[in-house]
T-cell receptor
């Protein structure tokens, strides 16, 4: 089977740093993606890791360790607008193939 | 530069009726995916299509559900004889032909409510 595990909820203070972890067990692995979804909205792409290491895009960074089947999303200088659900997703096959999503982590940013 | 468009945004049906959900991918994208999301859950893959072909329908229930992506026009997800358990948000995503592209582009979703 395919499964991705991530915490269901995280709360953090405005201006702080938060890390959202994701562990996966999938039949194959070609990359780990992160998507953000605000309530009632569409998932929007944040980052993608195919190789081990850290990818940085502005306030957001994503890390992957393929040997540990583990990745995380790091959000810095949190803003209230970052309150949303964050999903990790695995591309289990090569090419344009469907994604396997985790259940999501609901991030609440408080003042 | 339009993104993925879905309509209707909200759809209410009574048990036993049919639901038709439409998706127009990003212009130039030839790959379409349908996902279903229940409240407080992640997205679950249903079906993957390219123009006129179903590539992978392993996530789609065997009965009542069908999908198409004709040569002309939007992709359609059709649910016949809807039941209360079909109530969910249905998202369509598209990606370009270029292998190695990392991102799927999602539409705003259709929220189906079955009474």
């Amino acid at each position: 089977g395919q499964s991705l595990e991530q915490p269901s909820e995280v709360t953090a203070v405005e201006g702080a740093i938060v890390q959202i972890n994701c562990t996966y067990q999938t039949s194959g692995f070609y990359g780990l993606s992160w998507y953000q979804q605000h309530d009632g909205g569409a998932p929007t792409f944040l980052s993608y890791n195919a190789l081990d290491g850290l990818e940085e895009t502005g306030r957001f960074s994503s890390f992957l360790s393929r040997s540990d089947s583990y990745g995380y999303l790091l959000l810095q200088e949190l803003q209230m607008k970052d309150s949303a659900s964050y999903f990790c997703a695995v591309r289990a096959h090569s090419g344009n193939t469907p994604l396997v999503f985790g259940k999501g982590t609901r991030l609440s940013v408080i003042a | 530069n339009a993104g993925v468009m879905q309509n209707p945004r909200h759809l209410v049906r009574r048990r036993g009726q049919e639901a038709r959900l439409r998706c127009s991918p990003v212009k130039g994208h030839s790959h379409v995916y349908w996902y279903r999301q229940l409240p407080e859950e992640g997205l679950k893959f249903m079906v993957y299509l390219q123009k006129e072909n179903i590539i992978d329908e392993s996530g789609m229930p065997k009965e009542r559900f069908s999908a198409e992506f004709p040569k002309e026009g939007p992709s359609i997800l059709r649910i016949q004889q809807v039941v209360r358990g079909d109530s969910a948000a249905y998202f369509c995503a598209s990606s370009p032909q270029d292998r190695g592209k990392r991102e799927q582009f999602f539409g705003p979703g259709t929220r189906l409510t079955v009474l």
